[in-house]
């Protein structure tokens, strides 16, 4: 009887160590989702009863690409944000002009899109956007403000850096959904629609990248069902503008 005792005894602590350590570890774990959100979305304020999505298109402008995006856009009363380069302006005007006349934002994504040269230092980059603002102002008599890092921001910004940026009146965009039609335009159309739509479960504000240069042919063709896709959700169209709150990755602390 004492055994049994023992036994039952033994089995109720077992029990009990098993169910508080399965608490601890759920515990950890929205600690730590939830301070992952928390430093995704920091600098972000969003009202969540409604839902808005930016799409936005970068490494323009092209011809025939941009010039299609534009139909589809247009097609479907939506409105876009393109990043531009600014080396890719000159013969490309009628394209940039028709971008700002239709009602669309631009943005700049440097002058050259050489890795190596705007990555160099920070100046190097500010520089850049600098040349692409005076470029797109050439143009259309505007100066933007609104930038993108090639490639995105991640394990270039930091806080100094940042501010930086603020005091020279920029502000930064990158992209909390994408296609992945920068890394491979060649993939099919259905699988881009998949990956915009994918990735965007219960995000009440989306900045979704594309890209609109002479390789994006399929981009084209998953825009439609994109746009199709979110009117019927219920998400609202916006364009980038200064007053659009920032949305950047998280930014590199030193150690």
């Given amino acids: 009887m004492r055994n049994r005792s023992k036994l039952f005894l033994f ?14 570890v759920s515990s950890l774990s929205i600690q730590n989702n939830t301070k992952n959100i928390k430093c995704l979305n920091e600098n972000e304020q969003v009202n969540n ?35 531009l380069i600014g080396s890719q302006i000159d013969g490309q005007e ?12 631009i943005g700049l994504h ?4 050489k890795f190596k040269k705007i990555y160099s230092n920070e100046d190097n980059f500010i520089n850049e956007m600098m040349e692409c603002r005076d470029k797109i102002n050439n143009v259309i008599g505007i100066s933007p403000e609104i930038i993108r890092f090639p490639g995105g921001s991640r ?3 930091s806080k100094d850096y940042l501010n ?5 009146n920029f502000k930064v965009y990158d992209w909390n959904v994408e296609t992945s039609d920068g890394l491979n335009p060649k ?14 479960k219960d995000l009440p504000r989306i900045i979704l990248l594309m890209h609109c240069d ?3 042919k399929n981009t084209c063709e998953a825009l439609p069902d994109i746009i199709k896709y979110y009117k019927l959700q219920g998400y609202e169209f916006k364009t980038i503008t200064e007053d659009t709150p920032e949305l950047y990755f998280p930014i590199k602390t030193k150690k």
Wanted: charged letters at 25%; one cysteine or more; proline letters at 3%.
């Fill in 11 to 24: 089995f109720i602590n077992i029990f009990l160590f098993m169910f508080l350590f399965e608490q601890s």
């Fill in 49 to 83: 009863n409604s839902k808005v999505i930016y799409l936005t298109f970068d490494d323009g402008p092209s011809n025939k690409i941009t010039n299609k995006v534009l139909d589809i856009l247009k097609e479907n009363d939506v409105k876009a944000t393109f990043f």
């Fill in 94 to 105: 009628d394209v940039v002009k028709r971008i700002y006349n239709e009602g669309n934002s």
């Fill in 110 to 113: 440097t002058f050259s899109h």
């Fill in 155 to 157: 394990k270039h910004l």
């Fill in 164 to 168: 930086r940026l603020h005091d020279n």
């Fill in 187 to 200: 993939i099919p159309p259905y699988n881009m629609f998949r990956r915009a739509v994918k990735e965007s």
């Fill in 214 to 216: 002479c390789r994006q």
